[in-house]
């Protein structure tokens, strides 16, 4: 049932991207499979996950046959001599392999080894489609929102000290060496949940059974609902809205040689050097390329579902979760992405969903329910605020960033403490009483 509704809504997506003349999700990954790839790191991090329900020789094996195939048509390319522009020279091996064993788990397997080899290619197969339905989001929100909301989130920034201006000063005098930093960690978040999930997922192929809840159900739900706000509420972000937009700091990595300088569109070039002023905000208009894809930040999301699943594993893991979601915010900020509020929503955003897949899993629960109905109003009441009080938000920052901050923490302290609630209590080993010696 559940692959029946992801193919219904991967169609639907292609259908609306075909509406206006560009391919969608199915169509970009089909010509991935002889094509140059977008990204080849993302379709062998899609390998990996795979991976996990087959032995070790048996991933010795597939690794093997993904370099050989990527090798084989590096060389073909070379020979008639094939462009790889916009696209990496790797990766199609990877997805050949994970698409090879879909057909041995059809055909060679049977049974309960079938249903497990199928969710491991299925796990695969899903980092690889949701980064392509991301992209057709993007375009989508870009094509059917002509509006955008920046100047009331801007305004409601004013609460915070204008934190995207403030780090993206800090950021721009680092130069390239701390701009192409973060920008690898920002680029490579996938990779980062891949490393976590593999962690998580260790004991797949030993026990033959999949955990009830892992990091990429929650990467997959971020990814699918959080699309559905930009509809809602289209903001393209400071260094759009109030920069030049240059194409080498633009969002999507994909579109990079695509997308033309914004500037012409925004309000002033100011960013981020001057913060913009308090004026009554007011819709305005954009082009037709940005995407609309800041409210709520998906990568603080990601990062913090990161920074979550991590808590569970070694202290060196458990570092790189911390080290990466403070990266990232910075990223965010720094790169004109992103105003404060949307990390402050992009938190309360994947707290509340993870929440709600950790009482799927665990059987709801009054504190369960509490949590999610709790996160979800406070999800709402940031985005109305944000919408019909950034003028009074700017007004009084101090009591504004204030309760911004304090409803944030409270849906994470109720997260911490139902979740602390559900783990096991150890129950001490009764002890022999001690016997009298004998006289």
Sequence with gaps: ????????????????????????????????????PKSGGLLYAALALTMVVLTWRERFVAAG???????????????????????????????????????????RRTGRERVLLLKGVGLGLILVTGRKTG????????????????????TADHALGNPSWLVGRVVTATGPIGFNFLDIVYGQLAVAAVVVALYQ??????????????????????GLLGPAVYMIFPVVGPIFAYGDGTAHWVKVSLWAAEIPSSGHWAVADVWPHMPPPITTPRPMPFDGITPRNCMPSLHTAWAAAIFIHSRKGPRLLRYAGTFWLIATLTATLGFGYHYGVDLIAGVVFAVTIEAALRSFDSGWDRSGLQLVAYGATVFAALLVSYRFLPLKMAEHPWVSASLLMLTMSSVVYGFVRTTAAREPKATPVPQPEPQPEPI
């Design 135 to 154: 992209d057709t989001w993007l375009l989508i929100t870009s094509k059917t929102r002509p509006a955008v909301l920046d100047q009331y989130v801007a």
């Design 1 to 36: 049932m559940a692959g029946v509704v992801v193919l219904g809504f991967l169609v639907a997506l292609e259908l609306a991207a075909r509406h206006y003349g560009l391919p969608g999700p199915i169509t970009n990954q089909v010509r991935e499979v002889v094509g140059a």
């Design 201 to 222: 997922l260790r004991g797949v192929a030993a026990e033959r059974r999949f955990p009830g809840h892992h990091l990429v159900r929650t990467f997959l739900v971020i």
């Design 65 to 107: 046959a993904a370099i050989g195939i990527d090798i084989a048509f590096s060389l073909v390319r070379w020979a008639v001599d094939a462009k790889t522009t916009g696209g990496q020279p790797f990766g199609n091996g990877a997805l050949w392999v994970i698409l090879g064993y879909a057909v041995i788990a059809g055909t």
